[in-house]
């Protein structure tokens, strides 16, 4: 994935500097999203018959975690509205594929998925979303806790729990009558994503808008679950923009430059295990240990960054405040068990080294 033309670099250059209201603001960062279309985003994750480029998982992660150092909000977007795309790839029919993929890669629609109720959200409770599968249709009642850029979908990848324990994997279109999103939650960090509960009343959506099931649990052995390689890749990303910003402090400060250096080569080894793992398709587990790695090297960059910044990188106009906070977010987006962990027990460990 080349991102060096001169179109691209600045283009990037904009993507960045929008990055705090991006974060800040509670409105849809309409100015980002375009230049993430700009830049080839919208169809990085669609098949090319359906005019997107089918980037390879490798090339699509680094593609990500490039995004994440430029603008986490926007990347963000981008992850929920691919991960939706991948469940639509895996199974949908042919038709209901060039339906929902053509508008997406030309960036005319957005879909986002909303299925942490089926996850890591509300698990000691009884279903947040059922469902009753009929011969022709399909009913939802109850609601989606977390779906980000949920004010501007057209379409929720969703699942929900039938009366026998089972789960189905719907698209719900969000003109469907009984489908209501809330208000905006208000994020620490993020504000920009816009997520916020969806709730379904009763709704009813044709049979053909079914994805997957019933089974026992729909989403196991899905592309993209929990703990996945993408979020990592985001971690990851986040981490490279404070260690560009560690480099060019260590410029004029080289007594930075033994951590800035451990925290660089730390980044790099993990961004080689990621592309390592993607390229072998690996297992859930190996991605979750990598994940809770990534969680605990964006923690200690971003940190890092904010002490060096000192009083001013506790200004709301400096980026090290927004990193600091948007680092938090890894710690409680959709880790399953094992990440949180692994977690956990880093940040219980008195050692510092990287």
Known sequence: MAFTSATSDIAWSLLARQAQAADEEVRWPAPS??????????GWA?????GGSDLELPALLA????????????????SQRDAAIRRIRAHASPELQRELLRPLA??????TVGISQLTTSRQHQGPALTADLATTHIVLDGLMPWVSGAPEADHFVTGGVLPDGRQVLVVLPRETPGVSVGPPMELMALQGSLTAEVRCQQAVVDRRWLLAGPAEHVLRGAPGGTGGLETSALALGLAQAALDYLRHETAARPELATITHRLTRRCEELGRELLRLAANRTPA??????????NTLVLRATQTALTVAKGAGFLRQHPAQRWARQALFFLVWSCPRSTVDATLAALLDDSVSS
């Not at 669609?46 to 359906?50: A, D, L, N, S, V």
């Open 106 to 111: 030309c960036g005319g629609r957005f879909a």
């Open 63 to 78: 593609a990500y975690q490039h995004l994440a150092a430029a603008c986490l909000t926007s990347a963000f977007l981008l």
């Open 33 to 42: 999203w375009e230049l993430v279309g700009q830049l080839g985003g919208f």
């Open 46 to 50: 669609i098949p090319r018959e359906f």
């Open 285 to 294: 587990e190996e991605a979750s240990a990598l994940r809770a790695r990534a």
